[in-house]
């Protein structure tokens, strides 16, 4: 999957070099990693916190020859992916891990990986359009490996596999198996350019399944129940006497108590 690397010991922010090397013609599967970025971008406009040598950081330019419609997919894609390469690597080596389950390993939908119901990894999927078509899209992947500790305003909601699992883990191996997860992943996706080929397997990891959530639509918050996902992606929600299909964009979606 990884076609060239380029590693910062310290940037602003890996999707932006990224998208700078797309621009400057980078190919499909150039990857951008860092040891620690300075402007690391969030969704909906937030930050995301990068400590040196803490954190994965990293950024992938994807040159899909998809419809344009369809690249909100690949961050489900990314998620399904990271999860497992979380998974494989946390319960790889067990022996000092033993109380890891894995059943607490999951997605919130549509792409935070969450681990004892706390956030440990973010995707932020940048698309840049030439005239309708996809000209290059960005995934910007960043997990929370060997943090020990989380900003004030995100230390109710983060955490990190190191505090999670009770050891610290290799960035580099875990950097590696989510590329190589990703991968698998990508050509079944390309196979019906849609997830029905792993759409049971991440309606397994899905937090929230069949309980209520909060849906923060900005037309219009609602309460609901989580039934799954379709082969798209959108999030199925039951309301009273209605179906509704949610999809990312603008729209988050909470527990009824909180993150998840
Ligand atoms: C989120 O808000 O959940 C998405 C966070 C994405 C963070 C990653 S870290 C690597 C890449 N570079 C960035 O500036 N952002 C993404």
Redesign the pocket.
Known sequence: MITKRYHFETI?????K?RELATEGAVHGTL?T?DA?V??????G?S?S?EKEA?????MVLRPEIETDKASMLTLVAAMAVEKAIAHICLTDTSDCEDIDIGRLMIKWP??IVLNKK?V????TELSLEGREIEYI?L????NVNNKEFPEEISQTASSLSLECGRDLDRELLITEVWKQFAVYYELFLQTEDISLFQEEYEAALINKEENVKVLDPLGEYIGIAKGITNTGELIVETAGDVRYVSGGEVSVRGMYGYV
Not at 39 to 44: D, F, Q, T, V, Y
Not at 121 to 124: E, F
Not at 140 to 143: D, L, N
């Open positions: 602003d922010s890996t999707n932006k990224a951008v860092a970025q402007s690391g971008i969030g969704r909906r937030r995301w990068s954190g994965i950081y990293m950024s792409n935070d956030k990894c973010g995707i932020l960005v910007g992947i960043g997990i």
